[in-house]
Structure formats: structure tokens, C-alpha cells
């Protein structure tokens, strides 16, 4: 099992490294995607690495998506390939986890 969770800068800390950390727990491999490589800073000021950026995401790889909120939600709402990738884990019937903001993006796909 695969698990994909897309993310921004300004992040809420603990509804991404919560579920990421949770989901290693359960020996789940997880790819932190955002717009851009490097690392994605949260609101409280904890980093993470970007595994992948939103182009090189092929959502067939993956079985779970997360979209953590925070503030990152009002940046990934505005790509239209993190809107295509959602579009895509609803059409094949995969699990979606949208935390707080995190639903933003599924309304605006």
C-alpha cells in the first residue's frame, strides 16, 4: 500500500506529520507532493521534505490520498494538477482524508 499526501507551505504541523508518521507506523510507504521541490514549512515551523512535485505524481501509484489543512490548502486549491489527481482517486473509488482545510481542495475539483 501507497499513500499520497499533497501539501503546501503553511501546512497545519500536526494534520500532516500526524497521519504521516501514523501511516509509517502501519509500514505504508508515503510521498509528501507539493508545486515545487525542496521542503514545505508549517505554520508552527516544522519542515518536511517534498518527495515529489505535483507533475511528477501519477495517482494510479498510490491506494490513499491525504490533504492536510493549514493554510497550504488555499495554494494547492489553485493547481489544477492536485485538482486532477483528487478528481482521480474519487473516479477509481480510493480513500480521501481531507483535515480541516484540507476539503478545499476537493470542493474546488
Excluded at 509500514?27 to 507539493?34: E, F, G, K, N, P
Excluded at 505535483?54 to 490513499?64: C, S
Amino acid at each position: 500500500m501507497k499513500a499520497l499526501i499533497i501539501s503546501a507551505d503553511s501546512f497545519e504541523d500536526t494534520e500532516l506529520l500526524v497521519p504521516y508518521y501514523r501511516l509509517k507506523e502501519e509500514m505504508i510507504d508515503v510521498d509528501i507532493a507539493s508545486i515545487k521541490k525542496g521542503k514545505i514549512k508549517g505554520v508552527h515551523g516544522y519542515e518536511v521534505n517534498v518527495d515529489k512535485t505535483l507533475d511528477e505524481v501519477n495517482p494510479d501509484e498510490y491506494d490513499i490520498l491525504v490533504l492536510p489543512g493549514g493554510r497550504a490548502p488555499q495554494a494547492i486549491r489553485k493547481e489544477k494538477l492536485a485538482l486532477d489527481i483528487a478528481k482521480s482517486f474519487f473516479a477509481k473509488n480510493k480513500p480521501v482524508a481531507a483535515i480541516c482545510h484540507g476539503p478545499q481542495t476537493l470542493i474546488s475539483a
